[in-house]
């Protein structure tokens, strides 16, 4: 018979404290703000546009955002150079639009990207369109979407941390029964 019934629940409050201190350094350590999965979603009616053409550019936040930050696009010209970088408002959707115009005298040929960012996420979202001198009809493509993958991190951390807590438990079960 064990004459001390004390020094086991010490142990148990220990492993307790251990565990707790772990759990809190972990979520202090991950992003809260890659658990929401939030994600910006860009369209256009047109993949190509001629040298004098407008562009409406609309896009969503899907997901949770914690503020109404504005949406920053940044559209770069083929060879990368900047072109535009207006900040766009949200409306209580989650949407947004902006109308590209043709800088002064108009727009060069080549491939454009439009890159939408929000100060509460992380990942980017991108999307190309095409400005062409020799273009005798536009091309419409409704399917333009662009989808952007939440990362996984958070949670294959926390399925980490509820493995080591069952194997603490389990063990500390385990030399309990061999105990007695």
Known sequence: MNNYPHTYNLNIQKNCVIISVLLVAIFAITSFDSIAFAEISLSSYDSTIGPTDRLL??????????????????????LGNVVYQPNVAINGDGEFKYMITAPLPRFD???????????????????????SSDMTEVMFDENMETEVIPEFGTFAMMILVISIMSMVAISAKSRMSLRL
């Open 57 to 78: 550019i609309m896009g969503t936040i899907d997901g949770d955002i914690q503020s109404f930050h504005p949406i920053k696009l940044v559209v770069y010209d083929p």
């Open 109 to 131: 040929d080549g491939i454009y990207t439009v890159e939408a960012s929000q100060d509460d996420l992380k990942e980017k979202t991108q999307l190309q369109f095409t400005v």
